[in-house]
Structure formats: C-alpha cells, structure tokens
C-alpha cells in the first residue's frame, strides 16, 4: 500500500502544476480508495465545474487500477509552514525572476516562514548559481535539528527550477514551531511552584 501511496503521490506531481501541491494521501475504505490531495490553492485542481478533478479521477482509475477512487481535497493551513509549497514558492520564483535574484528569493522565503511561527529553516540551492560553475549555497536561519529524536519532526521537501540555460536543485527543510525542544524551559515563580507541588500557596 506504501509503494501504491507513493506512486500515486508521484503521479499527482507530474500531472498537477503551480496548484500548491503539499501531499498526497490514500486511505481504503470500504466504499473504494479515498486519495486525499492536500493543497493551497483547491480551486485549481477542482477546476471550472469539476471537470479537472473528473478527469484526475478517471485517469488515476485507468492508470492504477482503481475500483472507485475519491478524490477529497484539503486546503493547507498555514502554507508558510509547508516545507513542500515553499520549495514549489522558491522554485517558480526563480523560474520568473531569474537566478541573478535568488539571494532575495532565499532571504523572502526565510522571513515567510519564521514570521510565521516556524522555529528554524535551512534551503540550499545547487547548481550554476550564479556564473556557470556548479556550487551550493546555503540559507539558514533560527534553529535546526540535524540528528536525534527531534531531527524527524523536521519537515522536507525537493523542488527543481528549470531555467532557460540550467537547471537549479532546491532543498528545504522546515522546523516546526509546535514542536517542544528539551532546552525550551519555563522559570516560575516560587509560589506557584511550591502550590503545584503541595496544592497549598507557599
């Protein structure tokens, strides 16, 4: 079922462009398979009365052998904090822009998502940036798990900008601000701590 998830999840991405795409899910139910398709912009893949998110249907029925696919689209939250829809951000902003301003492009991204509540973010951009020998540059900014228990709540992403001349890998990765870190302490003051822990005012 994994490898079934993941096939589906790639097929969505290369047939589902510039939507805000962030994941792809598939439940069995006992109806048929439930794909839940997580996006910012759902108008797009729903389409003028339905008929994108018809033919999406028909499509993944013939290519994967689907009895009765269902197709349920969620609308990302908070898409600043999604490792998948930034790298997509970071990505067509190169592609419109051009590479002379991906230091900007970097630099906006960072703020985006620190603003909005993330704990840390680390992008690094490879390829001929800016001249034409390969190097990779590296953004970072707040804090980033790279190792341990916290380091897999870290949430990642790959995107790929095509350019006219080359092609410019991103990677992303994203902390997230609901996460409690060990080093995250809360001083209180002595009375309230002494009431915890007798259940009467010190």
């Known amino acids: ?81 999604d490792a998948y829809i930034v790298a997509e951000r970071i990505s067509n902003s190169l592609e419109r822009f051009g590479i002379n301003r991906f230091k900007g492009v970097g630099h906006k991204a960072m703020e985006n998502v620190m603003n909005a509540g993330g704990l840390g973010i680390e992008i690094l951009i490879s390829g001929k940036v800016p001249s034409a020998r390969a190097r990779t540059w590296r953004f970072y900014m707040g804090y980033m798990k790279k190792c341990g228990e916290f380091a897999y709540h870290v949430r990642r992403a790959y995107a790929v900008a095509k350019l006219k001349s080359r092609i410019v890998g991103i990677q992303l990765s994203i902390m997230p601000g609901e996460i409690r870190l060990p080093d995250d302490i809360e001083i209180r003051p002595v009375g309230s701590f002494v009431e915890d822990v007798t259940g009467k005012a010190g």
């Open 1 to 81: 079922q994994k490898i079934r998830e993941f096939e589906i999840q790639e097929y969505v991405q290369s047939h589902l462009q510039d939507v805000g795409l962030s994941k792809t899910k598939l439940q069995l139910t006992p109806m048929g398979e439930k794909i839940i398709i997580y996006t910012s912009r759902p108008g797009l893949i729903v389409g003028r009365k339905g008929q994108s998110i018809k033919k999406l249907t028909g499509d993944l029925k013939r290519e994967f052998g689907l009895d009765h696919p269902q197709i349920e689209i969620n609308e990302v939250e908070n898409v600043n904090l």
